[in-house]
């Protein structure tokens, strides 16, 4: 399928920020995503946040993993710096990026099945380690690449579309990351635009690590094995003279919720998502209440979402390590090689 690139010429008057670049100027390629995709509307998101903030789009580092999700950062952005990293290792390569370059605002972009399954050592080790970075996971509780097995995200008892109920346990990545140290941990809804755009502005200026777990529904199908109606089935069955899959359109899902309600929201599959909004004196700065409020708020069935946790003073990796303050890809040979005179006294320090 061939996809017309967008157009270069835009409008003169429109608006524009501190910068004198306007919301086109934060944006990608096309979507390739399914119409509807809960994705699609957490990129207009950061698109949103990074214009509101002025940040300078050259000074962005975006990295992802593989899945859905991690597709997602070609279409905002398209003037930052990008790196697209194997299934589950995005935050290690953030984490030596940021080493050696730490002027650069670093947004880490992921899933589900990517930081929750295979990548999920990684995920813990980036946050314990307080790298300075802005991590969203795009939550649809499947995996959409390979068509919609649970992942490990997905409620116990949960039901797929063929009748086959989820028996494992869900990891919950909000609780986790409260646990391992993040400094600035909330949960959001992609459809809720008025909440996520300032949580992801908020996220972006922490100085620490800053996680945002934001679910986004999934609008495709499930093929399953054993359907003779699956893809792989007809392939096994069929002359391939090439491979197309169809996927019927969807709305975006759009709320609007007060502070302190529960909101019913239906997806697309007929499934009910029960979300509560923080109230307003909700005290984000208790990391134990946090923990408590989650656990009670998920026995009732509820989704909580809002700003859960943050950390007023937070420390990040590098002053944890006590870096150079210049960054590692500026330093001159003298820097980065001081003699075997500095070497016998680092190791001197270790016996």
């Known amino acids: 399928m061939t996809y017309l690139p967008k157009p270069k010429l835009h409008h003169p008057d429109l608006p524009k920020n501190e910068l004198g670049l306007t919301r086109r100027d934060y944006e990608g390629t096309i979507s390739t995503l399914c119409a509807g995709c809960g994705h699609d509307s957490i990129s207009a998101a950061i698109i949103h946040a990074c214009y509101n903030l002025s940040l300078p789009p050259h000074r962005i580092a975006k990295l992802s993993g593989i899945g859905c999700s991690s597709k997602t950062p070609t279409y905002f952005l398209g003037a930052a710096h990008g790196f697209n990293s194997v299934h589950g290792r995005m935050p290690s390569v953030l984490t030596g990026a940021h080493l050696a370059n730490r002027d650069l605002i670093y ?54 579309k063929r009748g086959t ?49 934001c679910l986004s529904p999934c609008v495709t199908f499930n093929n399953h094995a054993g359907s003779t109606k699956s893809f792989d089935y007809v392939r096994a069955h069929n002359e391939v003279v090439n491979f197309l899959d169809v996927i019927s359109g969807r709305e975006p899902i759009t709320h609007e919720q007060e502070p302190g309600t529960v909101k019913l929201v239906e997806q697309h599959d007929g499934t009910v998502l029960r979300l509560r909004k923080l109230e307003t004196d909700y005290d984000p700065t208790d990391r134990a209440a946090a923990i408590d409020y989650l656990a009670r708020h998920q026995q009732a069935g509820e989704i909580v979402t809002g700003l859960l946790y943050v950390d007023a003073d937070p420390q ?31 190791n001197a320090s270790l016996r």
Do not use: W
Request: glycine share 14%.
């Open 316 to 346: 990040e990796l590098h002053a944890h390590l006590g870096t150079a303050r210049t960054p590692l890809n500026r330093l001159d040979d003298a820097a980065l090689v001081p003699g075997a005179a500095a070497l016998g006294r680092i």
């Open 107 to 160: 947004l880490g972009v992921s899933g589900d099945g990517d930081s929750a399954s295979i990548g999920l050592g990684q995920f813990a080790h980036a946050l314990r380690r307080g790298v300075n970075m802005t991590y969203i996971v795009e939550n649809n509780g499947v995996y959409g690449l390979t068509k919609g097995q649970f992942s490990a995200t997905a409620d116990r008892g949960a039901v797929n």
């Open 165 to 213: 109920a989820n028996g494992d346990n869900a990891i919950d990545l909000v609780g986790l990351a409260l646990q391992l140290g993040a400094t600035f941990v909330a949960r959001s809804f992609s459809g809720d635009k008025a909440q996520l755009v300032p949580l992801i502005e908020a996220a972006l200026t922490h100085p620490g690590p800053a996680f945002i777990d």
